[in-house]
């Protein structure tokens, strides 16, 4: 059973849930990662290969606007040969 994700966010400069970031458990490497970031279009307005970093709400240094937006993360399990694609959406709230 998947776990729940976090699906809201405030990126307002008031030091609280200003990133958007997975979580990871145990037996995922995450130096084999990617996650993308889409707009309601299907462009990627956010993309990352360092699991260290989340998304700041920003599009070319622009705030986005307020809204539901798409992610896919790929990640590979340690010791085996395959990723796992993993998708779902974060709203950004104002």
Do not use: C
Request: charged share 20%.
């Amino acid at each position: 059973k998947k776990p729940p994700e976090p699906h809201t966010f405030t990126p307002d400069n008031d030091s609280y849930n200003q990133f958007f970031q997975p979580v990871f458990t145990s037996g995922y490497d995450p130096f084999d990662y990617t996650l993308l970031i889409f707009d309601r279009w299907g462009e990627i307005i956010f993309e990352s290969n360092n699991h260290l970093e989340g998304w700041d709400g920003t599009y070319n240094y622009q705030l986005v606007p307020a809204g539901i937006y798409n992610w896919v993360m790929t990640i590979s399990a340690v010791g085996f040969d395959y990723k796992k694609v993993i998708g779902g959406y974060v709203n950004v709230l104002r």
